[in-house]
């Protein structure tokens, strides 16, 4: 019904950048909030940012002035731009979003696959 599908992660050295993307697909009425979120090894998943319908952005303390969210509604399309990338930025990010699937229904969480993102020094 809807899928989340990640591209753009890989390995860069420190410093570099990265442009992750988030294609929504499948059918639905509208999707709402939608956010990255970071996993690394042996911690627990982390909101890097968020972007709602309206536009608003939302970032983590360790990646405001470094990443940039934003939505192409009409590609129904999320980007991540992450610039001066750290060694502790590596981790699977992941794709989230609040999804509407049908006027009558309330809204769903839908998660994609996930991309590694590693940064070496």
């Known amino acids: 019904q809807v899928q989340l599908v990640e591209s753009g992660g890989g390995l860069v050295q420190a410093g570099g950048s990265l442009r992750l993307s988030c294609a929504a697909s499948?059918?639905?009425?509208?999707?709402?909030?939608m956010g990255w979120y970071r996993q690394a090894p042996g911690k627990q998943r982390e909101l890097v940012a968020a972007?709602?319908?309206?536009?608003?952005?939302n970032y983590a303390d360790s990646v405001k002035g470094r990443f940039t969210i934003s939505r192409d509604n009409a590609k129904n399309t999320m980007y991540l731009q992450m610039n001066s990338l750290k060694p502790k930025d590596t981790a699977v990010y992941y794709c989230?979003?609040?999804?509407?699937?049908?006027?009558?229904?309330?809204?769903?969480?839908?998660w994609g696959q996930g991309t590694q993102v590693t940064v070496s020094s």
């Open positions: 989230h979003a609040m999804v509407k699937t049908t006027a009558w229904r309330p809204s769903y969480d839908y």
């Open positions: 499948g059918s639905f009425f509208s999707i709402n909030s």
């Open positions: 972007v709602t319908s309206a536009l608003d952005t």
